[in-house]
C-alpha cells in the first residue's frame, strides 16, 4: 500500500467514443503503479492546453499508456495506412498537449507503446505505419507477441532493466522508424526495430514500445515503474518543500 506521502501519478486513458463519450483504462496500468508505491489516478481527455497546464501543475508523474493508432494525415506524417485504427482526432490534439506540457514542465514521465510514440513524434520523430509491412521480413508485434529486446549500455533505461536482453510481451503494429533530438535510442529488439527512447536532458522521460505492465509481477520490468515513482517522488518533495509564496506588504 502506497504511503500517505506517494506520489501521484495520473494515467492517461483512452477515449471512447459510442455508446457516449467515456474513459476506458485498462486496471494493470494502476496495479502496476501501486506496487511501485505510487498513488495511480486515472485522467480523461480535458479542454485546452490552460487545462492541460492546470492539471500537469497538480500531478507528480505521468504514464502515457498504450492506445491504438494516429492519423498521420493531421500529423502531416502523410496518408493514414488502411490498416491504422486511429484514435478519436479529440484524443490525439490532447494526447500531444499532454505529454508536450509534461515534459517541458520536468514532470516525471513514463510512455508505453502508442505514449512512447507520441512522446517522440511531438519532437519530430517518423513512424512506421504498419508493420511487418514497412520492415518486410521482420516479425510480428501484434497479440502479445514476446521476442527479446537488448537495452542500449549506459543509457537510463539499462540503469533500470541491466544491460542484458530481455523478454517483452507486445501488443503493436506501428513503432518509430526514427527520433529526433532530443531523444535517443536507448533499446532495439533483435531486428533493430527501435523498442525504447529516452530524454537526453528530462530527469525521467522514458518510452518503452513493449507492455511492461504484462510482464509477471517480481519481473524486471517492475522497476520501469519503480523508477518514475521515485523520481516523481523527488517532485512531489520538492512541491512540498517549496518556500509558500506571500503577497507584497
Do not use: N
Amino acid at each position: 500500500m502506497p504511503a500517505a506521502d506517494a506520489p501521484l501519478i495520473a494515467i492517461h486513458g483512452l477515449l471512447v467514443l459510442e455508446p457516449e463519450p467515456s474513459l476506458r483504462l485498462a486496471h494493470r496500468y494502476v496495479d502496476a503503479v501501486l506496487r511501485a508505491g505510487g498513488i495511480p489516478v486515472a485522467i480523461p481527455q480535458v479542454g485546452g492546453p490552460r487545462d492541460v497546464e492546470r492539471l500537469v501543475e497538480r500531478i507528480d508523474g505521468l504514464v502515457l499508456s498504450g492506445g491504438d493508432d494516429f492519423d498521420t494525415d493531421a500529423l502531416g506524417l502523410g496518408p493514414t495506412h488502411p490498416a491504422a485504427e486511429p484514435v478519436p482526432a479529440a484524443q490525439q490534439t490532447f494526447d500531444f498537449l499532454l505529454a508536450r506540457a509534461a515534459l517541458a514542465r520536468g514532470v516525471p514521465v513514463l510512455g508505453i507503446c502508442y505514449g512512447m510514440q507520441v512522446m517522440a513524434l511531438a519532437d519530430g520523430a517518423t513512424l512506421h505505419q504498419h508493420l511487418p509491412d514497412d520492415r518486410p521480413g521482420t516479425r510480428e508485434h501484434r497479440q502479445g507477441a514476446q521476442h527479446p529486446v537488448q537495452p542500449e549500455r549506459g543509457s537510463k533505461l539499462a540503469g533500470l532493466l541491466g544491460s542484458s536482453p530481455l523478454e517483452v510481451v507486445s501488443r503493436h503494429h506501428q513503432a518509430l522508424a526514427s527520433v529526433e533530438s532530443p531523444w535517443t535510442v536507448s533499446a532495439r529488439d533483435d531486428e533493430g526495430l527501435i523498442e525504447g527512447i529516452e530524454h537526453d536532458s528530462h530527469p525521467f522521460a522514458i518510452g518503452v514500445q513493449w507492455h511492461p505492465e504484462l510482464s509477471p509481477e517480481g519481473s524486471p520490468h517492475d522497476q520501469l515503474f519503480r523508477g518514475l515513482v521515485f523520481a516523481s517522488g523527488l517532485v512531489s518533495s520538492a512541491k512540498t518543500h517549496a518556500p509558500l509564496e506571500t503577497s507584497p506588504a
